[in-house]
């Protein structure tokens, strides 16, 4: 194969690899990764042609993080830089694996090792606790796609990816020896999730029981206002939306760190925005339940360090949470903490490192966290208050339908991102955790999208980038359980046990050909 004929399978992967995350459809990708798998075929066993397969694949992968994830560069120059790579290393265990036993093993366990291993790989950096960007995790992939999809209620994003990676194995293959039995396994297995899904999506009932929601969006300029501007513009205009909100809702949510206050996390609801929302909502809105992103420290009045990310200040220690706050709720539960949070801006793996070169002007530097979902009620309904990031993690937004919630809330401010794919990839995964909870999900954002989504992902109403307003819809209320809400990420779990079992094996099998057992 000529260095051309390389270039141009380079160029095709990452056309096919791309749209997803771009606005495009996710069913490219099905046969995306065929053309580096054909110059994984034409290269031999030496030791040069797998350090100039893993260039070949390192540049696909590199460049396809390049044109998806760019516009992370507008909040932190460090953020696509730092992705990018910790990215393209994940994908290269999996590819160059498979690369490096397809030489030697037969077809069959090499490609085992490529789903499978991918897949693990997929797992462990979402997983992770810290470095963990999960952007590119090839399910996500079907975000604008969700009628295609809709057995994630049963494999979660990791399922996406296997199919993706079992349809490119499959096309490979045909491609590579063409045969009409090749070519209808190919089909079947491209095909076969797409009529699952199909009759899963028109076959779907909605439950009778549905409550009246109200999102709010400010549309406050993260940099120049949000954290440095006035602080009673922006709880003047919070009041101005909610006095907009009609009495009907039962609840109304305001984006993530909404208040323009800090809280006192062991009261948060005296604090004095807080206090004039509280009087606005018992006035004008008895019924109804204000849930809203806020900023809260926690202090501790103990000499030694109590946490690892507890700060030193004021003369004691003190943790600082990116917190959902309930008022006018009907349990004591009122106060919620981000489980997960953004890699270099929230949590920091190398403190006093990295803090030095990532500044977005609002709460920066190494939060507090838990891993507790902490649901909200109001009029017998339970509310799951996910905040931002929770939402690229589906086992974490799942966790919240473990503890009851009914109906999920998402805060968000993605406005640090400006006006590019990065705000409405961040609503259209929502899409892709309705499917997998089978939960409806009202979502504000400080400057778009706001919206409600059906428990079937498909999305009721929703509000774009630079737009102020209310939107108020009516709600799916579920209570049941799908097998991904009970066991969480099994598929990735599995990959894991069985990439470990396929390595054992091609290890055993290449001691028994060495000593010529084979």
């Not at 999960?134 to 994003?157: C, E, I, K, R």
Request: with cysteine.
């Amino acid at each position: 194969m000529s260095l051309k004929i390389k270039l141009l399978c380079v160029v095709l992967s990452l056309a096919m690899l791309a749209p997803a995350w771009l606005g495009g459809s996710g069913l490219t990708l099905l046969v995306a990764l065929v053309p580096l798998m054909m110059i994984s075929a034409s290269y031999s066993d030496s030791a040069r042609d797998w350090w100039r397969m893993a260039g070949w694949a390192a540049l696909t992968f590199v460049l396809w993080n390049a044109a998806t994830i760019w516009w992370v560069w507008i909040a932190t120059p460090a953020g696509p830089i730092t992705a990018t790579i910790f990215s393209t290393f994940w994908n290269l265990v999996g590819f160059m694996l498979y690369h490096y036993v397809s030489k030697r093993a037969s077809r069959a366990l090499s490609y085992t090792l490529l789903a499978f291993t991918w897949v693990a790989t997929e797992y462990l950096y979402t997983s992770a606790e810290v470095l963990s960007f999960p952007w590119l995790t090839l399910g996500n992939g079907f975000s604008n796609d969700v009628w295609a999809v809709q057995w994630y209620s049963l494999t979660g994003v990791f399922g996406g990816s296997l199919w993706v990676l079992v349809s490119n194995i499959a096309i490979f293959e045909f491609v590579l020896r063409r045969s009409a039995w090749r070519a209808l396994r190919a089909g079947v297995v491209v095909t076969a999730p797409l009529v699952v899904s199909l009759v899963m999506y028109w076959g779907y009932e909605p439950q009778a029981e549905s409550v009246e929601a109200s999102v709010l969006q400010p549309n406050v300029d993260c940099y120049d206002e949000k954290f440095s501007g006035s602080e009673r513009a922006q709880t003047e205009n919070i009041l101005d939306l909610l006095s907009q909100t009609p009495s009907s809702s039962s609840v109304v949510v305001l984006p993530e760190t909404a208040l323009p206050e800090k809280l006192d996390d062991d009261e948060p609801l005296e604090g004095q925005v807080v206090g004039q929302l509280t009087a606005l909502v018992e006035e004008n809105l008895p019924q109804t339940m204000l849930v809203t992103g806020a900023t809260t420290i926690k202090y501790y009045e103990s000499q030694t360090k109590p946490t690892f990310t507890a700060r030193v200040g004021w003369g004691c220690y003190y943790d600082v949470f990116n917190s959902a706050v309930a008022i006018n709720a009907d349990t004591e539960q009122t106060l919620h903490h981000k489980m997960r949070l953004v890699i270099g801006v929230e949590t920091m793996p190398f403190t006093g490192f990295l803090d030095k070169f990532v500044d977005l002007g609002g709460i920066t530097g190494q939060l507090g966290r838990n891993d507790k979902a902490v649901v909200f009620e109001k009029a017998g309904v339970k509310y799951g208050p996910a905040i931002c990031y929770e939402g690229i993690y589906g086992d974490c937004f799942a966790r919240f339908a473990r503890e009851g919630a009914e109906v999920m809330l998402v805060m968000s401010n993605d406005g640090w991102w400006g006006n590019t794919p990065g705000h409405k990839r961040l609503f259209d995964y929502c899409r892709l955790r309705a499917v997998e909870c089978r939960r409806a999900i009202a979502r504000s954002a400080n400057t778009g999208v706001s919206g409600f989504i059906t428990p079937r992902g498909d999305v009721v109403e929703s509000m774009s980038w630079d737009k102020r307003g209310v939107l108020t819809a009516e709600v799916e209320v579920r209570d049941d359980k799908t097998l991904y809400v009970e066991y969480g990420d099994w598929v990735g779990r599995l990959a894991v046990l069985v990439s470990l079992l396929g390595v054992m094996y091609f290890v055993a099998y290449m001691v028994k050909r060495k000593n010529h057992l084979v």
